[in-house]
T-cell receptor
């Protein structure tokens, strides 16, 4: 089955720790995206990548980092510099930048205390 | 900067009634997407609208796009409880036919359908 997987589904961390969220897709999509969603809010773009070994900051990149070493994988690291990291994180992919709809993974709910 | 605004943000409907959700956006685009999100879940694609005048229908939902007015509508016909969810529109900003590669989302409309 083709799709996007995110792991883990729930993640708990202490303040001051970096944490990495996994996102893998087997759709052969070039473009991948990370969004953050806070309760009752819309989606805010953190980072996106249109091709392997390239990525751009989105609207709220501070305190986050990404890498895109393989087409299938786009991990997101939430660093200790991110002031309010508790949120629902969604990964998405798209066949080509600007072509077709985005498909979303199931999400990771991160809680930092 | 592209702005995408939905209204209403909250919509409480009775079963069997009709209503429309509006999505306005601020700059040129001819690609608009509608998504549904159930509580605690991810986003599911509903409609892809790729040209002026595009209309798509699926069951009790119908979406349309007017690129000149920079407006999309999501019309709900004879609402049922199963349609209760949050609905997002998203716009692909482009210029001269070239996309900037990322979607900008509206705030979402929380729809609750009552018996």
């Amino acid at each position: 089955d083709g799709g996007i997987t995110q792991s883990p589904k729930y993640l708990f961390r202490k303040e001051g720790q970096n944490v990495t969220l996994s996102c893998e897709q087997n759709l052969n999509h070039d473009a991948m995206y990370w969004y953050r969603q806070d309760p009752g809010q819309g989606l805010r773009l953190i980072y996106y990548s249109q091709i392997v070994n390239d990525f751009q900051k989105g609207d709220i990149a501070e305190g986050y980092s990404v890498s895109r070493e393989k087409k299938e994988s786009f991990p997101l690291t939430v660093t200790s510099a991110q002031k309010n990291p508790t949120a629902f994180y969604l990964c998405a992919s798209r066949w080509r930048p600007g072509v077709g709809e985005q498909y979303f993974g199931p999400g990771t709910r991160l809680t930092v205390t | 900067e592209l702005k995408v605004e939905q209204n209403p943000l909250f919509l409480s409907m009775q079963e069997g009634k009709n209503y429309t959700i509006y999505c306005n956006y601020s700059t040129t685009s001819d690609r608009l997407y509608w998504y549904r999100q159930d509580p605690g879940k991810s986003l599911e694609s509903l409609f892809v609208l790729l040209s002026n005048g595009a209309v798509k229908q699926e069951g009790r939902l119908m979406a349309s796009l007017d690129t000149k007015a920079r407006l999309s509508t999501l019309h709900i016909t004879a609402a049922v409880h199963d349609l209760s969810a949050t609905y997002f529109c998203a716009v692909d900003m482009n210029a001269g036919g070239t996309s900037y590669g990322k979607l900008t989302f509206g705030q979402g409309t929380i729809l609750t359908v009552h018996p």
